[in-house]
Nanobody, 124 residues
């Protein structure tokens, strides 16, 4: 069982930065692939970034590639999402997720555990 708690969301002006954190419980965190997804009001959840347990695979959506960076610290059971050059269309609820199998890391259905989410609001 893995429990995930996100933090770091908030309100920022366009062009600014935020760093999201996702703290995981359990001693097997290092065995899980981790990802960030986001959800816009009234829309489906959207893939943002993912990182395998070994850090050998890292993926980004086209819309955030070059602006966002995903990383993990297995000693701290934490995954991060550094978000730079934020835009108003990045406004969403951001959730982290954990996958034990980790085949297609872009697919939300690969992930067994989810955090509650943290709101990110970018003003123009």
């Amino acid at each position: 069982q893995v429990q995930l708690v996100e933090s770091g969301g908030g309100f920022v002006q366009a062009g600014g930065s935020l760093r999201l954190s996702c703290a995981a419980s359990g001693r097997t965190f290092r065995n899980y692939a981790m990802a960030w997804f986001r959800q816009f009001p009234g829309k489906e959840r959207e893939f943002v970034a993912a990182i395998s347990w070994s850090v050998s695979r890292v993926y980004y959506s086209d819309s955030v590639n070059g602006r966002f960076t995903i990383s993990r610290d297995n000693a701290k059971n934490t995954v991060y999402l550094q978000m730079n050059s934020l835009r108003p269309d990045d406004t969403a609820v951001y959730s982290c997720a954990a996958s034990r199998i980790g085949r297609d890391l872009r697919d939300q259905y690969e992930y067994e555990y989810w955090g509650q989410g943290t709101q990110v609001t970018v003003s123009s």
